[in-house]
Each structure stands twice: as structure tokens, then as C-alpha cells.
């Protein structure tokens, strides 16, 4: 096997375990895929000595590790700091940390094929039909499951329609 074939090889096999590891070194999707593009790009340069010395996976994790806190040293020598702050106020994301806590903990009430039925048709936007096929059970079954859900939510978690903005006759079907 040549060394584009092997390097080809390697990185089919390995793709998948480097992107997890560059996920958890950035913590963002598309850092990630910066990353590992810009690994394996160094990497390609010396492939053929690397892929000779033997395992040439501490190599490409060393590079990795290597590019991300080159990339951070980057960004940080970037920051412009200032005395006086700038004027433009940035938003404000506590709304939606506190919508998705109460959304969570109502959910935590609910029994577990409550929550799925409410997950798979609200979250995943499934129909009835997709929903019953995945949890394996009738469509009738996901309707009541999703009535008595949805009844159960109205009585033990209020809040969530105030969180919406649902007037006082959320209680109604529509």
C-alpha cells in the first residue's frame, strides 16, 4: 500500500475517534471539524515518515493537541481589552437557560412513555404514526399517551404556559 492509500486508510478508520476528541478539546461542533481538517493536513506532510516510525497515532494526537492550543493562542492575542467597556450590551440568554430548566424538570415528572411520546412529537416532530412505529406500539396508544402527557403537564407544571405565553385558556385543546 502507498502512503496515500495508507494515509487514506488511517484516516477512514480513525475519523471518527478524532473528531470525538477534538469535540471535547473545543466544545463546538465546527471548531472540531477545524481542527481535526487542520491535524490531518500537517499530518498528510509527513505521512510517510510518521506511518514508517510505526503507530502513527501519538503523533496525529500531539499534532492535534498542538493545533488546538496554537488555534486558542490565537484567538486569545485577538482580544482587544479595554478599560472602558464597549457601549453595545450583549443579550441576554438567561430566558432560555430558565425555559429549558423548566421544560426539564416538568418533563421529569412525567412517566417514561409520556416523555417519549412528548419527545418523539413535539422535539423530533414526528406524526403519530412515525411515533408509534418507534416506540413500537398502536397510534391510538401514542394519542392517549400524549393526551394524558399533555393533562399531566397543564395540572403539575403551570409555569410552562406562562412561559409561553399562553393566556388562561391554554387549558382548551386547540
Request: hydrophobic share 45%; proline share 4%; glycine share 6%.
Given at each position: 500500500?502507498?502512503?496515500?492509500?495508507?494515509?487514506?486508510?488511517?484516516?477512514?478508520?480513525?475519523?471518527?475517534?478524532?473528531?470525538?476528541?477534538?469535540?471535547?478539546?473545543?466544545?463546538?461542533?465546527?471548531?472540531?471539524?477545524?481542527?481535526?481538517?487542520?491535524?490531518?493536513?500537517?499530518v498528510a506532510r509527513h505521512w510517510e515518515r510518521v506511518?514508517?516510525?510505526?503507530?502513527?497515532?501519538?503523533?496525529?494526537?500531539?499534532?492535534?493537541?498542538?493545533?488546538?492550543?496554537?488555534?486558542?493562542?490565537?484567538?486569545?492575542?485577538?482580544?482587544?481589552?479595554?478599560?472602558?467597556?464597549?457601549?453595545?450590551?450583549?443579550?441576554?440568554?438567561?430566558?432560555?437557560?430558565?425555559?429549558?430548566?423548566?421544560?426539564?424538570?416538568?418533563?421529569?415528572?412525567?412517566?417514561?412513555?409520556?416523555?417519549?411520546?412528548?419527545?418523539?412529537?413535539?422535539?423530533?416532530?414526528?406524526?403519530?404514526?412515525?411515533?408509534?412505529?418507534?416506540?413500537?406500539?398502536?397510534?391510538?396508544?401514542?394519542?392517549?399517551?400524549?393526551?394524558?402527557?399533555?393533562?399531566r403537564l397543564r395540572t403539575h407544571a403551570p409555569e410552562?404556559?406562562?412561559?409561553?405565553?399562553?393566556?388562561?385558556?391554554?387549558?382548551?385543546?386547540?
Open positions: 500500500m502507498d502512503g496515500e492509500e495508507s494515509f487514506r486508510a488511517y484516516v477512514a478508520g480513525r475519523i471518527a475517534a478524532l473528531s470525538r476528541a477534538a469535540w471535547l478539546l473545543t466544545g463546538d461542533q465546527h471548531q472540531a471539524e477545524d481542527l481535526v481538517q487542520l491535524t490531518l493536513v500537517r506511518s514508517a516510525a510505526g503507530d502513527p497515532e501519538p503523533y496525529v494526537r500531539r499534532t492535534m493537541y498542538s493545533q488546538h492550543v496554537s488555534l486558542w493562542r490565537r484567538r486569545w492575542r485577538g482580544v482587544d481589552l479595554r478599560a472602558d467597556p464597549p457601549e453595545q450590551a450583549m443579550p441576554d440568554g438567561t430566558a432560555g437557560v430558565a425555559r429549558a430548566l423548566v421544560v426539564r424538570a416538568a418533563l421529569a415528572r412525567l412517566a417514561p412513555r409520556q416523555r417519549a411520546v412528548l419527545v418523539l412529537r413535539f422535539f423530533e416532530d414526528l406524526t403519530e404514526a412515525e411515533a408509534a412505529a418507534a416506540l413500537g406500539c398502536s397510534v391510538s396508544t401514542v394519542k392517549s399517551q400524549t393526551r394524558d402527557a399533555l393533562a410552562l404556559a406562562e412561559l409561553v405565553g399562553i393566556g388562561a385558556a391554554a387549558g382548551e385543546e386547540r
